[in-house]
């Protein structure tokens, strides 16, 4: 593996990635404290739709992007549209779940919580920067036929697909 072959984006998402893979079971996401001094618990899949889905996506980006830079990936797919949505949608769950805190009243947020918004929002960071140096710009999320032909191939100037050419003869 040559890592020359990494940019800044690669980094920043695989590193967000793997802190998030590392930390995100290493650390307590909850504290409670005893009166004899803090004890901790949870893990992101206490918090399945909030915790456990972001820390899948995140990790599931760094795993991509670690391919696509190998070359293991086909280009066929638009990566770094793919790589923003799933990051972007952990950074939301991330930051959803640090609003509503732990599961139980008693109970605190816990650094593990704290810092794997911290990595969800690195893998964004990454994943943004590798969107404009792939020729991205925001204004492009928010016309639809731009996504479809973004995932169906080529477009025309109406947004539409156009069809495969013809075989030689």
Avoid: C, H
Avoid at 134 to 160: P, Q, V, Y
């Amino acid at each position: 593996m040559d890592f020359s072959k990494f940019e800044t984006p690669d980094w920043l998402m695989t590193g967000g990635g793997a802190a998030m893979l590392i930390f995100g079971f290493v650390l307590d996401w909850t504290t409670v404290d005893t009166g004899f001094g803090n004890a901790g618990g949870d893990s992101p899949f206490a918090y399945f739709f909030t915790g456990g889905i972001a820390w899948l996506l995140v990790v599931a980006v760094a795993v991509l992007a670690f391919l696509r830079v190998n070359g293991t990936l086909p280009e066929t797919q638009p990566w770094p549209l793919i790589f923003l949505g799933a990051t972007g949608l952990a950074t939301l769950l991330m930051v959803l779940r640090v609003i509503l805190g732990a599961r139980l009243d008693f109970a605190s947020r816990g650094i593990g919580m704290y810092g794997a918004l911290v990595w969800a929002g690195i893998a964004a960071a990454g994943a943004y920067l590798n969107f404009q140096a792939s020729g991205g710009e925001l204004s492009d999320l928010t016309d639809i036929n731009k996504l479809k032909a973004s995932f169906s191939g080529s477009s025309n100037n109406d947004g539409d697909t156009k069809p495969p050419a013809p075989p030689a003869q």
